[in-house]
Every structure is written in C-alpha cells, then in structure tokens.
Nanobody, 117 residues
Framework: QVQLVESGGGLVQPGGSLRLSCAASGSIFRVSARAWYRQTPGRQRELVASIRSGGSPNYADSVKGRFTIFRDNAENMVYLQMNSLKPEDTAVYYC???????????WGRGTQVTVSS
C-alpha cells in the first residue's frame, strides 16, 4: 500500500509564492511518474505539472514559467514550487504517483491553496 501526504498549502497574496511537498511511503517500486493536479468546485481535476522517470517536466500552459516540479528520489518526495501566484490558481492541489508493473495510480488527500488579497 502506498500513501501520499501533501503539505505546504495555505493563504497567500497575489504575486506570492508557496512550495507544496508530497511525501510518499509504503511499498513503492518502479515509480514511473509523479505529478500535481488541482481541482476547484464544479470542475474536473486538471494536470498542473508532471515528471516521468528519466524525463523532462511537463506543465499546463497556465502555469508555465511560474511553477516548477522537482523531486528527491532518495526521500520519495516531490515538490511544486509556485511563484507569481494568481487568484485563479486557487484550488485543492493533489499529489499523484504512478508506480509498479503494471502501473497503479495513487492520490493524496489534497492541500488547499488560496490566492487572495
């Protein structure tokens, strides 16, 4: 069983920064991808950023140049550095992990990010 726990969310003013963290624990092997998604009420969960093992990061157009995904494989951590935050970035952010063979998808419970003055 794999557990994902997000942290680092909160209230920030427009133009500010936050760093989200996701800690993975449990029986983890053959991690193929880590990602961050976000969701607002009434809307589908959307991909924010992803990084595959041995690959380059990918970002949603809306966050390119402002957000950075990076990981620490030794610690089974993945991070999302969010700069120049906008009110439209307000959402619950979820950590995602794909691992195993065949790949199984795991989710955290989410962390709230609110961008408001």
């Amino acid at each position: 069983q794999v557990q994902l726990v997000e942290s680092g969310g909160g209230l920030v003013q427009p133009g500010g920064s936050l760093r989200l963290s996701c800690a993975a624990s449990g029986s983890i092997f053959r991690v193929s991808a880590r990602a961050w998604y976000r969701q607002t009420p009434g809307r589908q969960r959307e991909l924010v950023a992803s990084i595959r093992s041995g690959g380059s990061p990918n970002y949603a157009d809306s966050v390119k140049g402002r957000f950075t995904i990076f990981r620490d494989n030794a610690e089974n951590m993945v991070y999302l550095q969010m700069n120049s935050l906008k009110p439209e970035d307000t959402a619950v952010y979820y950590c995602n992990l794909v691992a195993g063979n065949p790949g199984a998808t795991y989710w955290g419970r989410g962390t709230q990010v609110t961008v408001s003055s």
